[in-house]
């Protein structure tokens, strides 16, 4: 049983075209979407294995976004 990131090396609509990657467990499809963000790829979201959607776009931009640093946050007005 696989989870599967659906991701793209740029933003496209719909679902159509969407390249996908596979995992064997939720911690390695993390990791894997993690490293597409980083490579600055658009991670969509995160299936389960049996294709329920458990992590969307957001959450996964959500979880990877570094926190701003103390610093930074006191320079905002």
């Keep these: 049983m696989n989870w599967t990131i659906l991701w793209d090396m740029h933003r496209r609509a719909g679902g159509e075209g969407w390249s996908r ?11 894997r979407a993690e490293r ?5 790829f658009v991670v969509y979201e995160i299936r389960d294995p049996k294709g329920v959607v458990a992590h969307d776009e957001a959450a996964i931009r959500r979880r990877f976004t570094p926190a701003p640093s103390p610093a930074t946050q006191a320079e905002a007005p």
């Design 36 to 40: 597409f963000l980083k490579l600055g």
């Design 21 to 31: 990657a596979m995992e064997s467990n939720e911690g390695e499809a993390l990791q």
